[in-house]
């Protein structure tokens, strides 16, 4: 079973979106250990996230979770992967090659350009955290070359999408994963979303020129698009809300989605008593594409069901956002012109990437 684990309500940052409440809470060790328990129980796999928060704050926590996980995998013969998502403020070389034997798969909260931009550190200046972060990925791709970029687009920092992209691709990513920030601490204009189409256009451009001299970056949801439309899957089947990956909060309750943390009309169990079968089975039948999507052509290649962002934007897991869905449309265009573009280029290649 997976699980994403909130170490901690901590954070040492400030982001301008960010909608976690910050509040002085840490797992409990005896939480931790149940909850290794509980994704050890359930299925072929057992696989943690370690998520906060900042999770970096609970290196120790961390730690002992490897080194737990490490012994149950041998006892029990059931393979253990493990994922964190950090800010990047706190990882240092000691845990990175403790990170790297344990196979973790980092994902680093990175503006790129548009980091001072809504990403700065949580102290009286609000100081910038830029510096900081270039020197960190550098590190962390040292060690874990297979790290991803994750970069959260605030609509102050849309004019830079393009040029971000590129920017984690020189400092040596071979994946960045792009989403728009959302929520009630963002407001997105019209005027931000031509400006996005015009940075879409230039990442295609950007794939192109890469994908011309046989260099493999990835960038999602673009690229993931592709192979969606290619492979016939439909995106929205991605989201199971609680089925595939259950958060446990600090108190070891457990959820079905990070938005969904806190809010009893979710609560699906916790890692004391188990997962509560019913509620989750509850939650699978209820969750639905919206209304609105029903008749829409593009319905099966759009994550108009994913209830955890809808929640987000309209506070209903199955209402999208009129932002959600121009922006589905405009990466569907993108995706389409530049999967057309890199087919004529070259169709063996093309089908390797993308197939
Ligand atoms: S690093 Fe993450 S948890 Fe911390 S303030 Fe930023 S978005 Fe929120
Ligand atoms: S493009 Fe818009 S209307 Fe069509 S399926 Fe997606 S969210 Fe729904």
Known sequence: MNLTLHLTERCNMDCSYCLRVKRPCDMPEEVLYKALELAFSKGQNAGVCFFGGEPMLKKDLILKALDRAKTMSDSSGKPFACKMTSNGTLLDEDFLKRAKEAGM???????????????????????????????KAELLLKYLPDSVALITVAPQAVP??????????????????????????????DGDMEILRGELDKTVDYMTELFRKSDRFKVTPLCSKITECIKGVNPASRCHLGVRQMQVDVRGDLYPCTSFVGDPDYLMGNVFDGVDESRV???AAKSNMPETCRNCELNKRCTNSCGCSNRMNTGDENKISPLQCTYERMLIDAADRLGNILFTIDQARFAKYFG
Do not use: M, P
């Open 281 to 283: 089975s509850a939650l």
């Open 105 to 135: 798969v980092i994902g680093l909260s990175y503006d790129a350009l548009g980091q001072d931009i809504s990403r700065r550190f949580a102290d009286k200046d609000h100081s910038s955290t830029s510096a900081v972060l270039r020197e």
């Open 160 to 189: 830079y999408y393009a040029e971000s992209v590129k920017h984690v691709h020189d400092l040596g990513f071979k994946q960045a994963s792009c989403v728009l920030a959302y929520g009630s601490r963002v407001n997105w204009t």
